[in-house]
């Protein structure tokens, strides 16, 4: 199969962003009286968008209260926004890849779970020098990973099937959304997720530096 796309995920895939999501959720947390994480703790609650990053990191007892929930990811995209890309970096070896992907003319694209607003900020600050066809996150009114719906949209709006497209992440969510795309699930394994974690949600074929992926792509 020859691969004509590729469709990233952003978070622990293209940047590291893990100690500033880390830092925005404690601060939130901190303020609120309640016990803070380790950053390392971070790799298992972000992925699901950014509600899911606080309920998850809330005390168990507090984790069915909405009303907490909302108030606390309100404060947390606050103290997000104030500081999102203090530690954030592109991962080595991803400026390379996108540097080939680009010379063979292989259309890029991003979805990810981030909030859309951070999701084009991070390609403004971070990515500026490539081009993507298209930057998704999450957005009010659209499903989020591991819905397909979006992937599809983008194989579409470039021409080509979604059997044609290969999706990098580094997530069981991502592995899902490939699979639920028909794309072909790559796992990355310098994220945030082990990779047990890849296999058992549909991987394909996992690398462990970016500079495998092109030798994927036919």
């Not at 298992?44 to 309920?55: K, Q, R, S």
């Not at 500081?83 to 992907?101: A, F, H, Q």
Request: with cysteine.
């Amino acid at each position: 199969m020859e691969y004509k796309a590729v469709i990233f995920d952003m978070d622990g895939t293209l940047l590291d962003t893990l100690a500033d999501l880390a830092d925005a959720m404690n601060r939130t947390l901190a303020d609120r009286g309640f016990p803070t994480h380790p950053v390392a703790s971070f790799r298992y609650f972000v992925g699901n968008g950014a509600a899911m990053i606080v309920t998850r990191t809330l005390p168990p007892e507090k984790r069915n209260d909405n009303k907490l929930i909302s108030e606390c990811l309100k404060v947390f995209l606050e103290e997000y926004h104030r500081n999102w890309n203090r530690k954030t970096r592109i991962y080595d070896g991803v400026p390379e890849l996108l540097d080939v992907l680009t010379e063979k003319g292989i259309p890029m694209a991003v979805f990810t779970n981030k909030p859309q607003e951070f999701a084009e900020l991070c390609i403004q600050e971070f990515l500026s020098r490539w081009r993507f066809e298209a930057v998704f996150g999450q957005r009010e009114g659209h499903p989020i990973k591991p819905d397909p719906t979006v992937p599809r949209e983008i194989a579409g709006s470039l021409g080509i099937s979604p059997q044609e497209c290969l999706y990098l992440g580094d997530s069981g969510t991502d592995m899902k959304t490939a699979v639920n795309a028909r794309m072909l699930p790559v796992g990355a394994l310098w994220g945030f997720r082990p990779e047990n974690e890849l296999r058992e949600s549909g991987a394909v074929q996992i690398i462990s530096r970016p500079m495998e992926l092109p030798n994927l792509l036919s």
